[in-house]
């Protein structure tokens, strides 16, 4: 009797003390499998991966705006047409508007029918002497005019050009030889020079000392080039048109 009792007792210690065990074991166990199962996905294990065979137009839409929006051009071909219709008309708008905006802008930029007035202008040139000079006014500025003699187109054709500071021949000048037409501005700093003066019988700018020939060349001085030739032209023997 006493050897089935103690056989008992050690048989009830021995299933507790595995319960125990299994009680302490089976967490970490788990545990593992899980961190195990993860790894293998994470580094791209073999396990089958399964993908949708289901194409996109399968899928459907909630709302049904595919279908709704949808134009059908071969059910509706009138709709189509007033789509291009109307994208034609919104075209031919903003090319018109640009087209105005273009003429407009082109136009602001052209001179006033005052501007070009004075533009240009004639001047007669039947009453002035030989070997004198008059003095128009163009576009705001001083003109001098010259009716020049023989004596002096034979001296300034003469003229050698190492003597000349500013490089220019008579007659690159002049379109007639005794007519004589520049700007009488001084080209050093915008002075206008007396007329029948200075060593060269031409013009002499008082404020720094620059002298000018007959032709309207710098001779002496500190001017840098010669006077200014506008544009001009012969309308008849006794007319010019300066501009």
């Not at 996905?41 to 399964?50: A, K």
């Not at 459907?60 to 034609?88: C, I, N, Q, W």
């Not at 008059?134 to 009716?147: L, M, Q």
């Not at 700018?205 to 500190?222: A, E, F, L, M, N």
């Amino acid at each position: 009797g006493q050897f089935l009792l103690r056989h008992s007792q050690n048989r009830n210690l021995t299933m507790n003390a595995a319960r125990r065990a299994a009680s302490f074991l089976a967490p970490r166990v788990a545990r593992q499998s899980f961190l195990k199962a993860n790894s293998q996905v994470l580094l791209g294990g073999t396990s089958p991966r399964v993908f949708s065979t289901q194409q996109l137009h399968e899928l459907g839409s909630v709302d049904h705006g595919f279908t709704d929006e949808r134009v059908d051009k071969v059910a509706e071909p009138e709709r189509r047409a007033f789509t291009y219709l109307m994208l034609s008309t919104v075209r031919l708008a903003y090319a018109s508007f640009a087209r105005v905006l273009v003429i407009k802008f082109v136009a602001s930029m052209s001179a006033s029918a005052d501007v070009l007035a004075l533009a240009s202008a004639e001047f007669e040139l039947g009453e002035i002497d030989e070997g004198s000079t008059i003095t128009v006014k163009w576009r705001g500025k001083p003109v001098f005019i010259r009716h020049r003699t023989d004596a002096e187109v034979s001296q300034e054709a003469a003229v050698s050009m190492a003597h000349l500071r500013d490089q220019e021949t008579d007659e690159d000048r002049t379109h007639k030889p005794k007519w004589l037409v520049v700007l009488g501005i001084c080209t050093h700093l915008g002075c206008v020079p007396l007329g029948n003066a200075g060593e060269f019988n031409g013009w002499f700018c008082p404020c720094h000392g620059s002298h000018y020939d007959v032709s309207g060349r710098i001779r002496k001085g500190p001017a840098p080039l010669n006077l200014e030739v506008p544009p001009y032209k012969f309308i008849d023997e006794e007319k010019i048109l300066i501009g």
